[in-house]
């Protein structure tokens, strides 16, 4: 990508709060990612994927699958091992790139999840996954604090429920009166998009953008990972994020730094070097 392609690219995603970013992982990487993480899924709830009987309120024994909003979406955390761990699948240098431009040196990844829409998945609500982080008072849009970045583990399409988005909608800061108002009632008068993109595709989204999760009409799972990365300023992580030794030993310095702000489990008892 030259610095006019980046350039472009930057301000699609201040705009409009979104950025898609074809070719990014190659066709042996999604296969991996996608057979790995099916045979995750599986083991977490027993059960086979594309059949449609997904769990739609019950909890897998480890806790690693938890049901979302609407029925038949579930949201797996992922554990830091390979090919979840990968270099070139958390930290792929195009990737990191236009986080950088984004989000300042020092940023980290705070979250490791993803999302599996069900065959017979129904509408979620309209939903951000973060406010504004100085809250409403302000009144105006801040600058971009932190993005989730989704990696779809299939083609995403109408069929198979791609995810519905409201372009720009992160710039919208609630007044008082319209706090009240679930954005589901409210997106009902704005424009909003598909995220119709094939596999190998990133999509960087500001965690204020509105969207949900729509009905998968296909007869297969539909799955993206999902990774949130921040400013290096920024204190929040979620509790389950923690790097096996092993994993950490593996990681050149770059991307140590990335999940520096996460545990270390160490298996000897001893902290890895840090
Ligand atoms: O799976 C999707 O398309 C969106 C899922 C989502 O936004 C959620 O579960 O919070």
Not at 114 to 120: D, E, I, L, R
Not at 209 to 215: A, F, K, N, S, Y
Not at 250 to 255: F, G, M, T
């Amino acid at each position: 990508m030259d610095d006019e392609a980046l350039a472009t690219a930057l301000r699609t995603f201040r705009d409009s709060g979104l950025l898609i970013l074809p070719g990014v992982f190659d066709a042996d990487r999604v296969a991996t990612l996608r057979s790995a993480y099916d045979d995750l899924l599986r083991a977490e709830l027993g059960q086979d994927l594309g059949d449609g009987t997904g769990r739609e309120t019950g909890r897998d024994t480890s806790g690693r699958v938890q049901p979302t909003d609407g029925r038949k979406h579930v949201q797996m955390q992922l554990p830091l091992v390979p090919p979840f761990s990968d270099v070139e699948t958390i930290a792929h240098p195009l990737l990191l790139r236009v986080l950088t431009a984004i989000l300042g040196d020092g940023l980290h990844c705070s979250y490791y999840n993803s999302n599996t829409a069900f065959p017979g998945s129904t509408y979620q609500r309209v939903h951000r996954d973060a406010g504004p982080v100085f809250g409403a008072d302000l009144g105006v849009p801040t600058p971009t604090t932190a993005v989730v970045v989704n990696i779809p583990l299939c083609d995403f399409t109408r069929e198979n429920g791609s995810t519905e988005v409201w372009p720009a909608s992160h710039l919208i800061v609630d007044s008082v009166q319209d706090a009240g108002v679930d954005l589901t009632t409210r997106a009902q008068a704005l424009a909003s998009a598909r995220m119709d993109v094939p596999a190998g595709a990133a999509v960087i989204r500001d965690l204020r953008l509105w969207h949900r999760g729509v009905p998968n009409e296909s007869a297969g799972a539909r799955s993206m990972l999902a990774v949130v990365y921040q400013r290096a300023w920024l204190s929040w992580r979620a509790p389950s994020l923690r790097v096996p030794a092993a994993t950490w030993q593996a990681w050149p310095d770059h991307v140590r730094s990335i999940f520096s702000a996460a545990p270390v489990d160490a298996e000897d008892g001893d902290r890895p070097d840090v």
